[in-house]
């Protein structure tokens, strides 16, 4: 049944996304029947017809899609370092269904929905866990609006994902629940300055930390927390593009959070910084950025510092290889000084340079994907044997810029040693056709002198995946 509670900032909240006025003079979404079927590239091809009122037919009042990912994994010590450990070894087979609707009643207007559910099953080596039927949400819904009043300003308005630069402090508001979303509940404004060749994102976010927060949730049982505070938040991503193959980027950002569970922050942290992306010989890439935190948290000044970074080389061979020396650093916290140093990587708490990792930081904080106190240096190989095949691999160094006292887990550090461990990665990505497409995964994890003796067993994951597009 559905479940969820609307507040009056709700309301106002759903009435920007759901009460789209209508007009007399374009057709009911019935008349979508005349094109909807139409592949996009014979609907460029066509010449335009006309109603009565000028409108052309040929433009797509409604559009349907979605997707069912089929995924496997094989788990072995993520989540306790400790081969030992009663829950150390499982399997598990999850099944995700999306299924989307987009309208778009006006030329420059789309009103943008999607449900998404997933089906996950884990089995370890002490039980056969009670499937999880888990509930549907809506990870999409929202209001896009194109050239408002004849600007070029795109307006989208609720819930949406949202990926800024490289992902690295703007790519997922919902870590707790895994990857069968990733949305932010939020109003973004993208606004094109053309006189400097240049755009201003400019995003206010009110993230609720339960999934029925917002909206109301399709239940199956008790709804999960899929972050651990309530955020409200702000966003300014200033990007540059007048020398040739270069982007500069400055961005500032600011988050509010009240804990919502045993392992929530309260508190506001402030974060400014900057990045450039350039291309400065043929076959070679750089992407890097930084930026410096202040505020406070759970009682404590915020005094923190991050920075991400790689440079590509381009074989352009006839496997097309492609060679990546990147650089992570996320301050972590002294246990000398009154401070708080731990980096806050804010909404970038995703699963991108690594499948292991995520959990093997929530062993220290609790908090799946809070990368703090890592230093990483990774070396990348990438190919591509066809159209349709390819692979990504890389090996790690990772280090702790300080070795705290106390961690979540309590036997998991060893007090000394700054070695993280070596984490490796390879990833076959492939693409039967249109429709079809998926990949093999597996990484390795072994744990260095930074862990306990009791914690140094090598963690695993071996996954194989199967996504279908309709």
């Not at 109301?216 to 300014?236: C, K, S």
């Not at 000044?301 to 920075?307: D, K, N, Q, R």
Request: negative net charge.
């Amino acid at each position: 049944m559905l479940q969820g509670t609307f507040s009056p900032r709700n309301l106002l909240f759903l009435i920007i996304l759901l009460l789209v006025p209508a007009s007399p003079e374009f057709p009911s979404i019935q008349a979508a029947e005349i094109t909807a079927a139409e592949p996009e590239d014979k609907q460029r091809a066509a010449q335009p017809g006309h109603t009565k009122t000028g409108r052309a037919l040929n433009r797509k009042l409604f559009k349907l899609g979605g997707d069912l990912r089929i995924r496997g994994a094989y788990q072995d010590s993520i989540q306790s370092l400790n081969s030992d450990h009663p829950e150390s070894e499982w399997f598990q087979h999850r099944y995700r269904l999306r299924g989307g609707l987009t309208l778009s009643p006006w030329e420059n207007l789309d009103v943008n929905t999607r449900l998404a559910w997933e089906f996950r099953h884990t089995v370890d080596a002490e039980t056969n866990q009670n499937p999880d039927w888990s509930y549907g949400l809506f990870d999409i819904l929202n209001l896009n609006w194109r050239n408002v009043l004849n600007l070029p300003l795109t307006i989208t308005a609720g819930r949406q994902e949202i990926v800024l630069g490289s992902g690295w402090l703007v790519s997922d508001g919902t870590p707790g629940d895994g990857t069968r979303s990733r949305f932010l509940d939020a109003v973004r404004g993208e606004l094109e300055i053309r006189g400097i060749n240049s755009s201003l994102n400019m995003i206010y976010i009110d993230q609720g930390a339960r999934a029925d927060s917002l909206l109301p949730t399709i239940q199956g049982n008790e709804t999960d927390f899929l972050v651990e505070e309530d955020q409200r938040g702000a966003v300014l991503h200033f990007s540059n593009f007048s020398l040739e193959n270069t982007e500069f980027s400055a961005f500032f950002l600011t988050r509010d959070s009240e804990a919502r569970t045993s392992t929530g922050w309260s508190g506001t942290v402030y974060a400014a910084g900057g990045g450039v992306r350039i291309i400065p010989f043929e076959r070679w890439e750089i992407d890097f950025e930084a930026a410096l935190q202040r505020g406070s948290r759970n009682g404590k000044t915020i005094s923190a510092s991050g920075a991400s970074g790689e440079i590509v080389f381009h074989l352009e061979d006839a496997l097309r290889n492609s060679f990546t020396v990147g650089y992570n650093y996320y301050s972590g916290d002294n246990p000398g000084t009154m401070a708080d140093e731990s980096f806050d990587v804010m909404w970038g708490r995703d699963n991108r340079w690594s499948k292991i990792y995520p959990y093997i930081i929530e062993l220290e904080n609790g908090r799946e994907a809070q990368f703090q106190n890592t230093a990483r240096i990774k070396f990348g190989w990438s190919s591509r044997f066809t159209d349709r095949l390819n692979s990504v691999s890389s090996y790690s160094l990772l280090f702790a810029p300080v070795n705290p006292i106390d961690t979540y887990i309590e036997d998991l550090t060893a007090g000394t040693g700054a070695f993280r461990g070596h984490l490796w990665s390879i990833r076959l990505n492939y693409r039967l056709n249109q429709w079809i497409s998926g990949h093999f995964l597996a990484e390795r994890f072994q744990p260095g002198g930074y862990y306990s003796p009791s914690r140094r067993d090598p963690a695993s994951i071996i996954r194989i995946e199967v996504l279908y597009h309709f």
